[in-house]
């Protein structure tokens, strides 16, 4: 009755996290494995898979279902000529992986050949990836993207990007620059013409007062 007990929960977590897995949420399925060997320890039976699924919010009736459709005669589990299309799956993966050791890891299709803890584990399936995730980066030895590249990629709107849309603004504040340098250049340029004609008009007002000086002291 054990072994019955443990091939159906092993059937049962199978299901649960192909179903979940169409939603996106197989965090849920990790969720449910902490909560049954935390709760039901070694052997989990019916009535703590039906807890745990309960406590998770998870669709009981679902996993039932899926395990229920997994054998060849659902109504005679007993009967010798019956299969179960998960297990035989299974037993294809692991003619195909030869992952002949329990436990094993498949990565990449690939089985894992080394120590089975934690950080050999994760240390493995960093290196499996192409584009690591932020937790990798430490094992990897990798360097943080630069964030200033980053935000120059981020798009804003309508396909312009942040670099375009600095270089537009830096474009208007370098017209602005020239715009106020050309005004002021003109501006003094006014100015001095300006000086100018007051300096001859005033050096014209000299000459002139000079001569009728000098005319009026020939006169004398």
């Not at 200033?148 to 312009?160: A, W």
Request: a negative charge.
């Amino acid at each position: 009755m054990k072994g019955r007990e443990i091939i159906l929960e092993d059937l049962r977590q199978k299901c649960l996290w192909n179903n979940l897995k169409e939603t996106e949420n197989e965090q849920s399925w990790w969720s449910y494995i902490e909560r049954v060997h935390s709760t039901c320890y070694s052997v989990i039976n019916e009535d703590c898979s039906w807890n745990a699924h309960k406590h998770l919010d998870l669709d009981w009736d679902k996993t039932e279902l899926c395990v229920k459709e997994s054998f060849t005669k659902p109504n005679n589990w007993d009967d010798k000529s019956v299969r179960n299309k998960i297990i035989e799956k299974e037993i294809g993966y692991w003619k195909e992986f030869g992952t002949n050791i329990y436990p094993s890891i498949v990565i990449n299709k690939k089985t894992y050949r080394g120590q089975i803890d934690p950080i050999s584990v994760f240390n493995a399936l960093c290196a499996g990836f192409e584009n690591p995730p932020t937790e990798c980066w430490k094992t990897l030895k990798m360097e943080p993207p630069n964030a200033f590249s980053e935000l120059m990629e981020i798009t804003v709107g309508d396909g312009v990007t942040m670099t375009e849309v600095i270089g537009l603004v830096a474009g208007l504040i370098l017209l602005n620059v020239l715009v106020v340098y050309c005004c002021r250049r003109r501006a003094r340029r006014e100015m001095q013409s300006e000086m100018n004609m007051q300096i001859e008009s005033q050096v014209s007002q000299y000459f002139a007062l000079t001569q009728q000086k000098a005319k009026n002291n020939n006169q004398v």
